[in-house]
């Protein structure tokens, strides 16, 4: 049996909200001993907004709109090392790559966000690109150099990376020492999770009751398979405000780690990367870090332990 798969499955699972065990998430307001995330400033804003109206450029196809992120004679490195300068070539770059991947759509998670002075900006994050490009699975990590021309801010340089994610369809045996009931507690916050098979064993899902510290419940529930197009072990997680999230899951030394990506009820985008490690067979450690709601950065969380729920003692037969 492959554990290091079947880590992956508990905390695809627990990724619903970002947060352990579908504990209800409360971004803006930190955990105890950590300070809340500084707002950002109007630099930070003017860049963040710029990179949404890339990934809306993008999903519209415009190569033209695209490459009018650039700088005149920005540059471009793509994932293959084929270096574009000038928005004349790389608007043609993306037209060949809009035209061999028709309806293709974008998600970015940026991690981090550096002024090296008032006009010199660079950007660390990752693209998920849907349906996946021929080849073999992975992520797209990126390094954005941002330079301000005229009060505006455009893209100097763009390097790109593809971290390759050899990851091969799993028996469905594996999941079976999923099935059963999880719990974990966290501020005052305990949630019960079962796993169940669901489509002849094509998916399991997650459903889970929290039980909250001032004693409301809420629920939510996911759904964790293989992806074809992608090419890799996917989760689609619902959560009781509305939300929703979905993450693609890489193997590590220790576990597994996850990309995600969604919004909340309300329409904020979310992102954060989900890691795990297992401890035994009956219990793990989550954490979720990277985290950013609404485009600000917020605290990482706190490290939980998971464990199975044992099942009742059976009834001990009374002496007579």
């Not at 504990?23 to 990179?51: D, N």
């Not at 608007?91 to 550096?114: C, G, H, M, T, W």
């Not at 989760?235 to 693609?248: C, E, I, K, T």
Request: net charge negative; proline share 6%; with cysteine.
């Amino acid at each position: 049996m492959n554990h290091r798969f079947l880590t992956f499955i508990v905390v695809a699972m627990l990724g619903a909200t970002h947060s352990p065990a579908g504990f209800a998430q409360q971004p803006a307001i930190a955990p105890t001993g950590q300070k809340s995330a500084a707002p950002p400033t109007p630099s930070e804003a003017a860049i963040r907004a710029e990179s949404e109206a890339f990934v809306a450029a993008f999903n519209k196809a415009d190569a033209q709109a695209i490459a009018a992120f650039w700088t005149e004679e920005g540059e471009y490195i793509d994932a293959s090392d084929r270096q574009m300068v000038g928005r004349e070539a790389i608007e043609q770059d993306y037209s060949e790559f809009f035209a061999a991947n028709p309806n293709v759509k974008i998600q970015i998670a940026i991690d981090s966000l550096r002024f090296l002075s008032d006009s010199i900006a660079i950007e660390d994050g990752r693209a998920i690109v849907a349906p996946l490009p021929q080849g073999a699975p992975g992520v797209s990590k990126y390094t954005a150099v941002h330079t301000k021309v005229d009060g505006k801010w455009l893209m100097a340089s763009v390097r790109e990376t593809w971290i390759e994610t050899p990851i091969t369809r799993q028996s469905m045996a594996d999941f079976e020492w999923l099935i059963g009931a999880w719990v974990a507690e966290e501020h005052g916050n305990q949630s019960e999770s079962v796993y169940s098979w669901v489509a002849d064993k094509s998916f399991v899902q997650r459903t889970y009751t929290t039980t909250h510290a001032d004693g409301t419940k809420t629920s939510g529930v996911q759904l964790i398979g293989w992806n074809p197009v992608q090419g890799r072990v996917q989760s689609w997680s619902f959560s009781p405000d509305g939300g929703h999230a979905s993450g693609l899951w890489s193997p590590n030394e220790r576990g597994w780690t996850a990309e995600m990506i969604g919004m909340t009820g309300d329409g904020t985008p979310t992102t954060s990367l989900i890691r795990i490690a297992r401890l035994d067979d009956n219990a793990c450690v989550w954490q979720s870090i990277q985290r950013t709601l609404g485009g600000v950065a917020i605290p990482d969380t706190d490290e939980v332990v998971i464990k199975r729920q044992s099942p009742p003692a059976a009834s001990q037969p009374t002496e007579r």
